[in-house]
């Protein structure tokens, strides 16, 4: 279960921000975004700064529910339109903390492998799910564009959360970590400015 500091996430923060910072960042990752889907992202970002936001997917405790909870509230789902709620919730959060707070997620028994996993899923069944309506589908590329990137977009939402002030830079042992796991091509290129060179098979860092 994971624990989001909410205080972390400053009020002066706004959508221009992250307008901006989505820009300089996908830029940077060289991770081409259809416009309406990158509008998706700055909404999202920006709904998440509001505790109003988070309150969907905390349970009576004040905590964010575990993926597989919200998961298994998409199955129990009493109609389609609920299932797809539910599951378009799961994709966002488990973007929004893949990226913008992975480092909560060190050493805990779940890691971001497991939320890539879990966010690509959910996009893609959101997805499959608006496919049945001619008018949606133009809705349904951005879901399909969030399942295909979901990987480079936790690279894009991690800048994100360090121009913001978020996270450490310092962490060269968790961004060998992330690259190990998910073949973020971000954290190899933190490595190799910092001299290291990683090496699929490896166990250590090689300077």
């Known amino acids: 279960m994971t624990t989001v500091d909410l205080s972390l996430i400053h009020t002066v923060t706004v959508r221009e921000h992250f307008s901006t910072a989505l820009q300089s960042a996908a830029r940077n990752q060289d991770v ?9 992202l700055v909404n999202l970002l920006t709904d998440y700064c509001e505790t109003s936001a988070l ?7 004040q905590q964010i529910k575990p993926l597989a909870t919200l998961y298994g509230e998409a199955l129990e ?7 797809r709620r539910t599951l378009q ?3 966002d959060l488990a973007l929004f903390i893949s990226g913008i707070f992975s480092d909560s997620l060190n050493r805990k028994l779940v890691d971001v492998d497991y939320y890539i996993g879990m966010g690509e899923a959910a ?4 997805y499959d799910s ?14 399909a564009e969030l399942s295909s990137k979901f990987p480079l977009l936790v690279d894009v939402l991690t800048e994100i959360s360090e121009m913001s002030g978020l996270k450490s830079r310092s962490d060269l042992l968790r961004s060998y970590e992330l690259w190990q796991k998910t073949g973020s091509q971000r954290a190899r290129k933190q490595l190799r400015r910092a001299g290291i060179v990683p090496f699929v098979g490896r166990t250590g860092l090689t300077h």
Request: charge should be positive; charged fraction near 20%.
């Open 32 to 40: 081409a975004l259809r416009d309406i889907t990158s509008t998706y």
């Open 55 to 61: 309150a969907a997917v905390t349970d009576a405790n």
């Open 77 to 83: 789902a009493p109609t389609s339109e609920h299932r």
């Open 89 to 91: 919730k799961l994709g």
């Open 123 to 126: 996009y893609c069944c959101v």
């Open 130 to 143: 608006l496919q049945v309506d001619a008018r949606a589908k133009p809705l349904g590329a951005v879901f």
